[in-house]
């Protein structure tokens, strides 16, 4: 076990594909509490207090918080295992900037950039402030912008660039109360989850992970972290992806 394993555990979007998978690999260390959070109900799982929120809900949101209080816990590590590419409603990336959509944007925004905005207003306060601790949202390597040399899905992109600078901003303000806060966002790879499996056709089978694979990797990164890694975005093998 790290000598960084977080005693007190959240996972929001506990019912994706990756969300379930750190649930599980979390919960296999035996923390002292581990909240998982999704929309729906979720099946029980020893070790593991489940809560009913949708993430797009503010007041759901605050109302989780709130009971987070009342059960006196600070929780030392979150994690917001949530986002979306494409839909069965017809929601997909864009090839070209003559299939930007509003709605589209609206929808992609909300779950990928006002959501764990929303998510960090509610559980930052209430996480330690002393002592080690991280906040860390599912970003993507293709929100780097400098890195961006093929174009294409506008709002995806757009969503996780946006992320990623919230990331930076919460990183610089909440090392002003606790100088080993964290926050950073962490890109899993292409998993074998519903949100990649459109496009994931094309991936070598050595760079297309499990939800249980791609969970380990990202607890191994998220176990290395330290204060001077808070507002960077590192992938699955702990490789800082570049603004």
Not at 52 to 71: H, N, P, S, V, Y
Request: aromatic share 6%; proline share 7%; charged share 25%.
């Amino acid at each position: 076990m790290s000598p960084h394993s977080p005693r007190h555990i959240v996972i929001i979007g506990a019912s994706g594909g990756i969300g379930s998978a750190l649930v599980d690999h979390f919960a296999a260390r035996n923390p002292a509490s581990l909240t998982a959070v999704a929309r729906g109900a979720l099946p029980p799982k020893a070790g593991v207090d489940s809560y009913r929120a949708d993430i797009t809900d503010e007041d759901q949101l605050a109302g989780f918080a709130d009971d987070l209080r009342r059960r006196r816990i600070a929780p030392d590590l979150v994690v917001v295992a949530t986002g979306v590419l494409s839909d069965e409603a017809g929601l997909k990336p864009e090839k070209s900037y003559r299939q930007q959509d509003p709605v589209a944007f609206r929808k992609v925004f909300e779950i990928n950039t006002f959501a764990p905005a929303i998510i960090a207003k509610h559980l930052l306060p209430i996480m330690p402030r002393k002592g080690r601790a991280v906040f860390a949202a599912l970003s993507a390597r293709v929100g780097s912008i400098s890195d961006n040399g093929l174009g294409g899905w506008h709002a995806y992109r757009a969503s996780k660039a946006a992320l990623n600078m919230l990331i930076r901003n919460y990183a610089i303000e909440t090392a002003r109360s606790n100088e080993e806060m964290i926050c950073v966002g962490l890109h899993p790879g292409t998993v074998k989850t519903p949100l990649s499996e459109p496009f994931s056709k094309n991936v070598p089978d050595d760079a297309l992970f499990e939800p249980q694979q791609a969970a380990a990797y990202l607890a191994q990164v998220i176990d290395r972290l330290s204060a001077k890694d808070s507002g960077r975005v590192f992938d699955w093998a702990g490789k800082e992806i570049p603004a």
